[in-house]
């Protein structure tokens, strides 16, 4: 049925010559072509809602007490944050219900390798889709910080590649868990022990140097703790030091960790 859903609407049907894993993508695209318009504007509200709450409101009482944060005012600290945290709400979101939707539900990953697609054009298709709505996020998303003046300079013009990088270092491992799984049940546990304790102790609202010694290796650990520092020293133009570079090559190994592992997983999964 899902085969013949995708046939009849043209959904896995683009223009003649486009390679594989941009057929793929391109379901994607058409199923979010029904959904788009609420999407785009909780894209415009979030960030306003989060920076006017966050930064204005709590910044006030922050620089009221302490006056600044890591040198800077409480909004440019916390802005950046929210937009690599912002990313890792939206990348685990799409890595969980649509991938079991995919193999076990709806059955349009089962369809696709039934077609001349490999089980790495899905695998590609689905990250890669990913990577768009992150990009999209993340573009509006630096908008808004713009308009609030906390993007400080050109440098903020590479805050969207890095936003992805880190959304894509936690995007594969989750698609790998989520393949894995057999109903939705563990979703609920990933969210609450896993997305959820990243959001709050990996310097999103704070430095972490704050937090005890033990919690700081802990922390150090998260890829979101590494795409913060990134985003945030790209947003506040801070030059590109070793530090930074560590960041890429860190949250690197885990999007080429977290794609071998889907890849792994989605073949045992889709050839029998």
Partial sequence: MALETLTERGAAQPRHGWPPWLRSIWQHAYFYSRTWRSSIVSSFVQPVMYLAAMGLGIGALVTKSTGTVSGVSYLAFVAPGLLAGSLLQLSATESTYPVLAGLKWIKTYW????????????????????????????????????????????????????????????????????????????????????????????????????????????????????????VRSLTLDRSLAIGCLFDVAYLGLWVTAGIWMTMRIFTKKLVQ
């Fill in 111 to 230: 369809a696709k390798v039934a077609t001349p697609l490999s089980v790495g054009d899905v695998v590609i298709g689905h990250l890669g889709w990913v990577a768009i709505r992150c990009a999209a996020v993340a573009t509006i998303y630096l908008g808004v910080m713009a308009a609030f003046g906390v993007v400080a300079g050109p440098l903020g013009l590479l805050v969207v590649p890095a936003a992805v990088l880190s959304a894509m270092a936690t995007a594969g491992p989750i698609t790998a868990f989520s393949a894995s799984q057999d109903d939705d049940t563990p979703f609920a546990l990933l969210f609450r022990l896993g997305v959820l304790p990243m959001f709050l102790f990996s310097g999103v609202f704070y430095p972490i140097d704050r937090l005890p010694r033990w919690a700081q290796l802990l922390a150090d650990c998260s890829p979101l703790t590494h795409g913060v520092h990134l």
